[in-house]
């Protein structure tokens, strides 16, 4: 099977020149002021772009949108989150970073929202974050994204919370922009895909567009998945060969080790290597603006702080609302434009 690439670019994308990037970059540091001075690592150029690339190159619409991740990092100190704070959201391996990479060097999320072992919204979230972290910490210099793989064993209904999906989309579509490279939903269920028509108008159309359904009895998603991962090492629920499966006990050493190092890091003021996250270079600093802030009213998204009236929907009415979506409605699925680089990859086929 030939796999070329098809999909045009998108026309809302902008292309600017290195120059067009940079007044653009300097622009927002202008506008941020101190503060861009106080917490460098999160206002680097390479950060910045981040969040340029996702208001479309819009500095006034970039500028807000770093302020509030600024203002959230300051206040929910992402970085100083341990494993001991999150070890029982972890318990069924309901998210955690693969111990490989993918064949593009891209960090691998796994997610199994079927194993959801708690009910606390705000735990939940606070683990989601420390997995980011972790990720990021792991980034290699040249990809600064990641593969989130979406295994959806066990996954019914039931599994649904209409408030932790939109705390979700919050936080990693404004906090953690331009981080998610592709993220591959393999195996949903069919009831799914009419749930996913509801879940889509809390993403962005920039993290849509990353989203793709992936199939066991498709060939060409197989064939994708193997264009993209080492089939030695991707786990068998997701057409691989690695059955070893989540170890607890295994996966926690490995996170405190992190930790350790993280901490190490933060507590001897030196510079981070790239691959490193920047909160954790600009940790010191944070807390020095932080308590030049006290008096402020640092900013948070509402939903951060939402009662559990907040909730948009119970199971039931979420229940009613798939059924009356059409079962229909097309999905987004793998294929050959998902693969970076596949022609210098796989110059003839994709086997």
Known sequence: ???????????????????EQQAKINDVRR????KADKIPALCSDTAIIRYLKARNWNTKKATKMLDESLKWRLKYKPENIRWEDIAQEAETGKIYRADYHDKFGRVVLILRPGFQNTKSTELQIKYLVYCMENA???LNPEKDQMV??????????????????RETANVLQNHYPERLGLAILYNPPKVFESFWALVKPFLEPKTYKKVRFAYSDDIQSQKIMEALFDMDKLESVFGGKNTAGFNYEAYAKRMREDDAKKS??????????????SVASQSHESELLASEQQSDSLGSDPCSEASD?????SVDETASK???VDSKTPVPTLTCDDVPNIEAAEPKEVH
Do not use: Y
């Open 1 to 19: 099977m030939s796999c070329r690439k098809s999909r045009p670019p998108s026309v809302a994308e902008k292309s600017l020149s290195l120059e």
């Open 31 to 34: 506008m941020l002021g101190t």
């Open 136 to 138: 990021i910490m792991h």
């Open 148 to 165: 989130w793989l979406i295994d959806f064993q066990g996954w019914t209904m039931s599994s649904i919370s209409m408030k932790v999906t």
């Open 264 to 277: 190490d890091i933060m507590n001897s003021g030196s510079s981070l290597p790239i691959i490193q996250s």
């Open 309 to 313: 009236e907040c909730e948009l929907s």
């Open 322 to 324: 798939v059924e009356s």
